[in-house]
């Protein structure tokens, strides 16, 4: 398939979501934060949140993790209920690993722009033109495209996966091409093969930002998300001596987290989704942050209020469930992720 008619296929699928700005008094968040934990307790449910999520959402939250993280989190827990502040495929994700819980998602808005670029038909044609192939999804899909495919990965694993198949087997890497392309220098094959699809919040991050940041602090080191619009040229950079070797780092939000917790270095440059940032200077307040791009917010990832997190638990509504024969056929992938996590 040709990107263009890609990008002007999938493009079209998805409608991003107004961003609210909420301004409620610090009393009016922490009743309604105390009102979740307390419905929380009476519906035997655990919330686990993003990174990407809402501060005052993170910090009511059992568990602030990435999508990999907070999977294992899903997989293990004995709560009756899982209300998942995140986007649509993680709710997916929780409901194939535990069928007999009820996974609620607070806002059926929050869906994803990476997830909607590739459908399983999508991925069936494509399987066809390469019938030796592995197909290994990244968790950002839909349970259909994960059902479809061999293995799933997250940014935090997704090398480890590809690790893991004979290097004589060609690869399908979906849907994030920059990902893909990560993947393929960090284990220096050339037989993985890239889905043009892409996070419509990381593409906005570009070289020139990258540039204009590490001139304006020259001390701090980059930490950029794999899904960047800019991974291929900082790769390329960096390997030409264009940016430091030693202070460029291609990591996934908790690869940043865990980085910055070993690095004596006090100053970091962090290209993501600047819901991260509350966990940066929670965790680490004796260091300093700049965002690569600053207007890089996932106006899906914002659909989750306290409000809506309070009417979810009420209501016990909006349900996430994936039918139990997709699920079937998703889980194999989902497993094998979760065995080289």
């Given amino acids: 398939m040709a990107n263009a008619i890609v990008e002007e296929?999938?493009?079209?699928?998805?409608?991003?979501?107004?961003?609210?700005?909420?301004?409620?008094p610090p009393e009016e968040i922490r009743q309604k934060q105390k009102r979740v934990r307390e419905l929380c307790t009476e519906r035997n449910a655990i919330l686990l949140?993003?990174?990407?999520?809402?501060?005052?959402?993170?910090?009511?939250?059992?568990?602030?993790?990435?999508?990999?993280?907070?999977?294992q989190a899903a997989a293990k827990t004995k709560a009756d209920v899982i209300v998942?502040?995140?986007?649509?495929?993680m709710a997916e994700t929780a409901s194939i690993l535990c069928p007999e819980k009820t996974v609620l998602l607070p806002d059926l808005r929050a869906g994803c722009s990476l997830a909607a670029s590739i459908t399983a038909e999508d991925l069936l044609e494509w399987k066809a033109q390469f019938p030796?192939?592995?197909?290994?999804?990244?968790?950002?899909?839909?349970?259909?495209?994960k059902?479809?495919?061999?293995?799933?990965?997250?940014?935090?694993?997704?090398?480890?996966v590809v690790q893991a198949i004979p290097a004589e087997r060609p690869i399908l890497f979906l849907p994030d091409r920059f990902l893909a392309k990560v993947v393929?220098?960090?284990?220096?094959?050339?037989?993985?093969?890239g889905y043009p699809g892409y996070c419509h919040v990381h593409k906005t991050i570009q070289p020139e930002q990258v540039a204009r940041i590490l001139e304006e602090h020259p001390d701090a080191e980059l930490l950029l998300h794999p899904e960047c619009g800019c991974v291929s040229s900082c790769m390329a950079r960096a390997a030409e001596g264009g940016l430091p070797q030693e202070r460029t780092f291609f990591l996934s939000t908790e690869g940043m987290l865990r980085h910055i917790s070993e690095s004596r270095e006090r100053e970091f440059a962090v290209g993501t989704e600047l819901?991260?940032?509350?966990?940066?200077?929670?965790?680490?307040?004796?260091?300093?942050?700049?965002?690569?791009n600053p207007d890089a917010v996932c106006a899906f990832m914002k659909t989750i209020t306290l409000d809506r997190v309070i009417r979810s638990l009420e209501t016990m509504s909006p349900e996430v469930r994936v039918?139990?024969?997709t699920a079937g056929r998703a889980r194999r992938a989902i497993d094998r992720m979760l065995e080289l996590a």
């Fill in 9 to 24: 296929t999938f493009e079209t699928r998805y409608t991003l979501p107004p961003i609210e700005m909420i301004e409620d």
């Fill in 49 to 71: 949140a993003h990174h990407y999520q809402r501060p005052e959402v993170q910090e009511v939250a059992d568990a602030v993790a990435d999508s990999l993280k907070l999977s």
């Fill in 84 to 89: 998942f502040c995140g986007v649509h495929f």
């Fill in 132 to 145: 030796n192939a592995v197909v290994v999804a990244y968790i950002n899909t839909s349970a259909a495209v």
């Fill in 147 to 160: 059902a479809e495919s061999d293995y799933c990965c997250t940014s935090a694993n997704a090398t480890k």
């Fill in 184 to 193: 393929a220098w960090q284990t220096q094959r050339s037989n993985v093969f």
């Fill in 275 to 292: 819901g991260i940032f509350h966990q940066l200077h929670k965790k680490f307040p004796d260091k300093t942050f700049y965002p690569v």
């Fill in 323 to 325: 039918s139990l024969e």
